[in-house]
């Protein structure tokens, strides 16, 4: 297969952290490809991959649309090239996640009758499969009737991803009845009850985000990224008041000792990086977007997830299901 | 000072876990009155407390407005009807949250110059201070004026409830930039940037929910619900799978055994049931709405809540702060 293209510029530990990753990948026998400045190898050992030239970066507080408009040389804007030019089969990059979504759009394209591509995230379940949540970010406001499409969209995804045959699709609402919500959750309820292609549930709520209730769950933007925000912060004070609770007590350390292996599973089903990022839906190309606090093994999982989306050809199928009468 | 009404008849353990909690909060000096059937008294224990007779229940799946309105006699109307009169000082309900809304809204009436009353929950933050979020349910669609009456209402919830001089008000958003978010989180940025009579810090998102970052959230009931929800069904992931950890390995019974004591006050610090139920602000009284599955703990915390929410007049503060030239 092409390579994956990886944006080595972008995200806070970069491009160390994001090069150590690709190496990972590369050893693993996925063939990589970075994207980043012609000094780049003089600056951190990038072992034997190859390098696509980009003398720019897209910084995290540029914005998004302006910067891929400006910055024509950068990382991001040539990674995204790479996969419409066909040089490279999927783009991965842990840098501003707005560019990443922009790069992808403007460059790639969208899947012809994709209203608005859509970030799908990964919600952690503790001793379950993780919650598919779309749109995480992409569209902070929306229509009805992109809602549909990305119900449409996530059930592919969930399916291809995670091996979920005929994913359960639920509306983020705030109530489970039809008519709970507001005017854009009671026009999407009645689109989605219309359609078909995936296997639509009903409204589900916030406490189905983390839970083996539900397999997609769809919303805008806005709320999504709420969402997705809101449980890593959850998470994060959750296990440091845990590690602080066990460890405070010096008495307790042997017992901690004894514990924490057992524990230590759960915090790591719980961290995001462990499933290796997000994915833009509704894009021409495979597109993965990393946290930015992306370790090695982060960039390595999400060079993988990359992989595995060409391999099944996930927007193949996501193309073939928006215009099934083409 | 006046008794508070509460609803024996809300909640998924009504009414015995609702009369039992009430006689914990009389037991501790509040006064109280229960609002139920003539008969209630033959059917559980109610010791001495006296009764607001109320023929009639709104059902949790009871449609909420109407629910107000065809069931005259019912113990959320009269006990809403109590506060109005002048025969109790507050109300407290673990039923139907809407419905307990509409009792608020329709019997006792809003604040003059109060758009629309919000609900007010209290988020656990591990180690700290709880956060307080608002609007989490009342009002699924808002305007930009009514998250400035809501930043508004809720520093004054803050500082009474919580004790917290001049707290820090933040708008739920997508990123801390003033420009971030839609068209409704851009405008309310800006009304209330220019807003004084509460300490606006400006745009916080979903990580900061759960974090001493932040002392009020403010947003639209549909976000605020969800997030309460998403985070309830977090934390209960979390702690059951948590429990089941330390606990599956009989080896290392005797490790858990020594270390629970030590978790269990971060358990009970992320249950929101320790806080007494969320506060309906902007009505002419006090309203508060306990979690459906209270206990009587949670109901005692809840009437505590109220007494001390009558005893700082947190009612009077909001009238004088929205209308502060009257």
Redesign the interface.
């Known amino acids: 297969m092409l390579p994956v293209a990886v944006d080595a510029m972008g995200g806070d530990h970069a491009p160390d952290a994001i090069v150590a990753g690709a190496l990972l990948a590369a050893e693993s026998g996925i063939p990589v490809t970075l994207v980043g400045p012609a000094d780049l190898p003089s600056r951190v050992d990038t072992g034997s991959l190859p390098l696509i030239e980009a003398s720019e970066v897209i910084e995290m507080d540029d914005d998004p649309a302006q910067g891929v408009r400006r910055k024509k040389d950068s990382t991001l804007v040539r990674a995204a090239e790479a996969v419409r030019d066909g040089v490279a089969s999927a783009m991965v990059s842990a840098g501003n996640t707005g560019a990443t979504m922009a790069s992808g759009l403007l460059r790639m394209g969208r899947i012809r009758g994709v209203g608005r591509p859509a970030i799908a995230a990964m919600i952690p379940?503790?001793?379950g499969t993780p919650t598919v949540l779309l749109d995480a970010?992409a569209n902070?406001?929306v229509q009805a009737d992109w809602l549909v499409q990305f119900a449409q969209m996530g059930s592919i995804f969930a399916e291809h991803r995670l091996g979920i045959a005929n994913p359960r699709v639920g509306l983020?609402?705030?109530g489970e009845e039809a008519g709970k919500?507001?005017?854009l959750?009671k026009e999407a309820f009645g689109l989605l009850d219309e359609s078909s292609g995936f296997n639509f549930i009903g409204n589900v709520?916030?406490?189905?985000?983390?839970?083996d209730d539900c397999d997609v769950v769809v919303?805008d933007?806005?709320?999504g990224?709420?969402?997705?925000?809101?449980?890593?912060?959850?998470?994060?004070?959750?296990m440091?008041?845990?590690t602080?609770?066990?460890t405070?007590?010096a008495e307790?350390a042997?017992?901690?000792a004894?514990?924490l292996p057992?524990?230590l599973?759960?915090q790591t089903s719980?961290e995001a990086e462990t499933y290796g990022g997000a994915m833009l839906l509704g894009t021409n190309g495979v597109c993965i977007i990393s946290h930015g606090s992306s370790s090695p093994t982060a960039i390595n999982n999400a060079i993988g997830v990359a992989r595995d989306m060409v391999d099944v050809d996930v927007v193949g199928s996501i193309a073939a299901a928006i215009q099934p009468h083409d």
Chains 1, 2 share one sequence.
């Open positions: 379940v503790p001793g970010g902070s406001e983020l609402s705030i919500g507001d005017s959750r709520e916030g406490r189905d985000v983390m839970s919303t933007g806005f709320t990224n709420v969402v997705l925000k809101t449980l890593e912060g959850a998470m994060r004070q959750v440091s008041a845990l602080e609770a066990v405070a007590n307790l042997e017992h901690a004894a514990l057992e524990i599973p759960l719980l």
